[in-house]
């Protein structure tokens, strides 16, 4: 809950787990624990309220859980889960490739958006707006809310 990396940064983590012998439904819980990070659960909060994020809390560690048992029994009576414990993270490495590319011409792209909607006045446009989206504001026109 405190280290979130994102949801495919946690497989890396999972196979040092595995490698340190955790069971393979266990592994499969850690990879369904993003579900249950700090962040979100204050996003839940407030959209929903403490009851609900805390109903959701418990929700999706029982499924985690339940999921994790599962996965570890099934597997298990069908001779699936992997004998060797010798997963490896590779290391990236940079290389030019067609995504290099793409990412360069993206981030020219984007950079250009940003400089063009500086220099056509988006600052005073979005400062024109109003508040957060948290303010109330009257947006009908007989004025009834």
Known sequence: MVSFVCS???????????????S???????????????????IYRKYYGT?????????????????GYVVELLFGAAGLVPTERQARVQMAHVSWNYTTVLN??????AALLVV???????REM???????????????????G
Request: proline share 4%; glycine share 12%.
């Open 116 to 122: 063009h909607f500086l220099r056509t006045g988006g």
């Open 104 to 109: 360069i011409a993206f981030l020219t792209l």
């Open 24 to 42: 393979f439904g266990g592994v499969t819980s850690f990879i369904f624990a993003d579900l249950l990070i700090v962040p979100i659960l204050v």
């Open 8 to 22: 495919i940064g946690n497989v890396p983590l999972a196979a040092v787990l595995w490698n340190g012998g955790i």
């Open 51 to 67: 009851r609900m994020a805390v109903f959701l809390a418990v929700t999706f560690y029982a499924a985690m859980v339940v999921a």
């Open 126 to 144: 979005l400062a024109a707006m109003g508040g957060s989206p948290d303010a109330t504001h009257d947006h009908t026109a007989d004025g009834r």
